[in-house]
């Protein structure tokens, strides 16, 4: 069964300390693994698409890797304006298009 | 502007109703979807249309149904038959109709059942 597992379920960090979250997936074929920010009350925001193990993207403070069961979301010296929940999700080959999303790790950065 | 709209932010229902959510894109997406989100639980989709006047079941239809007569327009009513319909309602659409690409959403509506 394709299954996507986010840890941890929630982290504290303070202001310019950074950390990673993750996101483990177990699918029969990966077409995709996407990225997203949601914060609360409002409709999760892309942030990054990966397609094959060892490819790397960055955007800002925010560095997304994919190996060939896992992906990293490594923040670099956060700011409290990252505070969020972080969504994965995985498009695998037999599913006619349909993401299979993660639970979230919601982020929370104190200055 | 391009982007997904969605209608309205909240809505209030009596048990026993049906009510309709408005999902509207200008991006002239293929594809577009209808997710729904409960707290400490992932996204789960519901219906998903690929292209105009066909759609498919996703993995919580029952109580649910939706129309694609429009490219831009994927309408979702929540009827009677579904039993616990309180949650916030999420609307994507993606530019490829076999969705190798990313999907982009609304900004969602709050359903509560009174």
């Known amino acids: 069964e394709d299954q996507v597992t986010q840890s941890p379920e929630a982290l504290r960090l303070q202001e310019g300390e950074s950390s990673s979250l993750n996101c483990s997936y177990t699918?029969?074929?990966?077409?995709?693994l996407f990225w997203y920010r949601q914060d609360p009350g409002k409709g999760p925001e892309f942030l990054f698409t990966?397609?094959?193990a060892g490819e790397e993207k960055e955007k800002e403070r925010l560095k997304a890797t994919l190996t060939k069961k896992e992906s990293f979301l490594h923040i670099t010296a956060p700011k409290p304006e990252d505070s969020a929940t972080y969504l994965c999700?995985?498009?695998?080959?037999?599913?006619?298009?349909?993401?299979?999303f993660g639970q979230g790790t919601e982020l929370s950065v104190k200055p | 502007d391009g982007g997904i709209t969605q209608s309205p932010k909240y809505l209030f229902r009596k048990e026993g109703q049906n009510v309709t959510l408005s999902c509207e894109q200008n991006?002239?997406?293929?594809?577009m979807y209808w997710y729904r989100q409960d707290p400490g639980q992932g996204l789960r989709l519901i219906y998903y249309?690929?292209?105009?006047?066909?759609?498919q079941k996703g993995d919580i239809a029952e109580g649910y149904s939706v129309s694609r007569e429009k490219k831009e327009s994927f309408p979702l009513t929540v009827t009677s038959a579904q039993k616990n319909p309180t949650a916030f309602y999420l609307c994507?659409?993606?530019?490829?109709?076999?969705?190798?690409?990313?999907?982009?959403f609304g900004p969602g509506t709050r359903l509560t059942v009174l």
């Open positions: 990966l397609y094959s």
């Open positions: 999700a995985v498009l695998p080959y037999n599913q006619g298009g349909k993401l299979i």
């Open positions: 699918v029969s074929g990966l077409r995709g």
């Open positions: 994507a659409s993606s530019p490829d109709r076999n969705s190798r690409n990313e999907q982009f």
């Open positions: 991006l002239n997406h293929d594809a």
């Open positions: 249309s690929q292209i105009v006047n066909d759609f």
